[in-house]
Nanobody, 118 residues
């Protein structure tokens, strides 16, 4: 049974940092690209970052967001620095077979809520 389970969400203050995790099971993790997506209140889901199945560095930095993967632990992480109220939303991890993420991911987690507020 395929499962992607996000964790690490919660209430955080603006300017802080947060690391979200996604535990994956039920498929061969190393063959899949894994991405993080976010849905803010009242908005459509958007892609944040993706890490390729062939990325030997296991890490990718995009602005305030750092995505990393641990193939040994079947997990990916998303570190968000300098959090802003606009980062509030439900964060999802998703997986797709192959080296790249796309809008049509194969598997999705149920999400974890991040609220940025003072």
């Amino acid at each position: 049974q395929v499962q992607l389970v996000e964790s690490g969400g919660g209430l955080v203050q603006p300017g802080g940092s947060l690391t979200l995790s996604c535990a994956v099971s039920g498929f061969t993790f190393a063959y899949y690209a894994i991405g993080w997506f976010r849905q803010a209140p009242g908005k459509e889901r958007e892609a944040i970052s993706c890490i390729s199945s062939s990325d030997s560095s296991m890490k990718s930095v995009k602005g305030r967001f750092t995505i990393s993967r641990d193939n040994a632990m079947n997990a990916i992480h998303l570190q968000i620095d300098r959090l802003e109220p606009g980062d509030t939303g439900v964060y999802y991890c998703a997986a797709i077979l192959g080296p790249r993420c796309s809008s049509g991911m194969d598997y999705w987690g149920k999400g974890t809520l991040v609220t940025v507020s003072s």
